[in-house]
Structures are given as structure tokens and as C-alpha cells.
């Protein structure tokens, strides 16, 4: 069974860990990073502009994507254009609408056209990604982040879906389709049997990678022998 290192996809990390990033930069395995307000929360990050210059004076040859934080366009633009400034590897992620519902196309539009690297992103309807290719300059590199791992927490199959965002976004030359919200490390083969060019992975299901292959008897074993320790561990008893 292939690897991770034997597929064609790019792996970009998730997270807002800057140590962690390092340390994948250097393994050699991701090709790019990716990150949000609501992880570097969860990170108990405080200095946005802090974090976003340490990492990248560190990681200077692979995209990164930082999104701006504004809920009003005009805000949102002028955010977009500084982030932009921060470095040629600096993807700028912009919602597909704000929390009014509001679609960001025209902004998407604007932003495309004076040549700043955008990631759209929270997008999980195929109309959406329709009207934001559309949107998209065809000169400028781009990413669509659609996210499969919430599609499918609703009970659906992300595959049909994204089998057909990736053919619209092939109608832009310089456009990647990005399988986000990766749920378990089957998504990542799952995408790659798609064609999909780049999918995010969490460090903790990167941990995962050297399951891949592994005789499933044998991984039987290890969890028997898991609830076993665990329980002796708890001081568990009956009678």
C-alpha cells in the first residue's frame, strides 16, 4: 500500500501551532500550511500579526494561508491587502459569505483581479464553488477550500461533490481545489483517487500515518491488548 510520501497530493498542515509547523516543514512531508481564527483560539493564540510573521520567517518557500477576520467587506478588504504584503508564499483566505450570509464575490472578484493570492473558504455547496470560479481571475493563483469532513458529518457522501467541484475548477488554469476538514486519514486516499490537487490534515491524524498498512490482525491484537492495559491502569474490579 502506498505511503503518504508516495501520493500525488499535496498535504498542507492545519493548525496554529508554529512549533508543529516547523517540525513538518523540516520532515519534508507537507507542502503547504493552512490555519484559521478558530484554531489559533484554540491554540491560546493572542497576537494574530505575531504568529503570522514568526511563522513565516521561518517557512519562506511553501503557501501559507491566514484569513482575515472582519465580518464587513470593506474591512475585509483592507485586511486581505496587508496579509497579501506579508510574503509571496501568503494565501489570503476569504469566506464565501460573511455571517449575514452575504456572498464575498464581488470582493473575490476585486481582490483576484489585482493578482492577491486568495484561499476561499467555508465553502460546502457545488453553487457556491460554481459562482466563485467564476469570480476568479484566471491569471492568479487560487485555492476553492471545499469542506468535505463537514459535508459528510451531515450523513453525505463528500466524493460525488467534490469529484465535481474538482471539474470546475479545472476550468480555471490556475485554480486548486482544496478537500478541507479532513475528518481520518482514508480522506486523504479518498482525494487522491479523486484527483483532488491538495487536501489539510491535522497534526493529530498526521500521527496516523504509520497505520497505513498495517496488518489489521495485528492491529486487532494492539487494541485487545489497549482495553486490557487500560483497565488494569483504572483499578477496575467486579465482585
Not at 25 to 39: A, D, I, Q, S
Not at 138 to 145: A, F, G, R
Not at 189 to 196: K, M, N, P, S
Request: with cysteine; proline share 4%; net charge negative.
Amino acid at each position: 500500500m502506498k505511503t503518504l510520501k508516495d501520493l500525488e497530493i499535496k498535504i498542507f498542515s492545519d493548525g496554529a501551532d508554529v512549533a508543529h509547523m516547523l517540525r513538518h516543514y523540516r520532515e519534508g512531508l507537507v507542502k503547504g500550511f493552512t490555519t484559521n481564527p478558530t484554531l489559533m483560539h484554540q491554540a491560546g493564540l493572542t497576537d494574530y500579526v505575531r504568529f503570522a510573521h514568526e511563522a513565516l520567517a521561518a517557512i519562506t518557500d511553501l503557501p501559507i494561508s491566514f484569513e482575515v477576520f472582519s465580518d464587513e467587506f470593506v474591512e475585509m478588504e483592507a485586511h486581505a491587502r496587508e496579509i497579501a504584503s506579508w510574503g509571496e508564499n501568503v494565501y489570503v483566505k476569504i469566506p464565501v459569505t460573511n455571517t449575514r450570509g452575504e456572498a464575498s464575490l464581488d470582493l473575490i472578484r476585486r481582490l483576484s483581479s489585482a493578482g492577491i493570492k486568495l484561499n476561499v473558504t467555508a465553502i460546502l455547496a457545488l453553487e457556491q464553488v460554481r459562482q466563485v470560479v467564476e469570480a476568479l481571475d484566471p491569471d492568479t493563483p487560487s485555492i476553492v477550500s471545499v469542506f468535505a469532513g463537514r459535508i459528510a458529518d451531515t450523513g453525505v457522501d463528500p466524493v460525488p461533490l467534490m469529484t465535481k467541484a474538482l471539474a470546475l475548477c479545472k476550468l480555471k488554469p490556475h485554480c486548486e481545489l482544496l478537500w478541507a476538514s479532513t475528518r481520518e486519514l482514508l480522506n486523504v486516499f479518498q482525494a487522491e483517487q479523486i484527483g483532488c490537487p491538495i487536501i489539510t490534515v491535522t497534526p493529530e491524524i498526521l500521527k496516523k500515518a504509520s497505520l497505513i498498512g498495517m496488518d489489521l490482525s495485528a492491529l486487532s491484537l494492539d487494541t485487545v491488548r489497549m482495553f486490557e492495559r487500560d483497565a488494569r491502569s483504572a483499578g477496575f474490579k467486579i465482585g
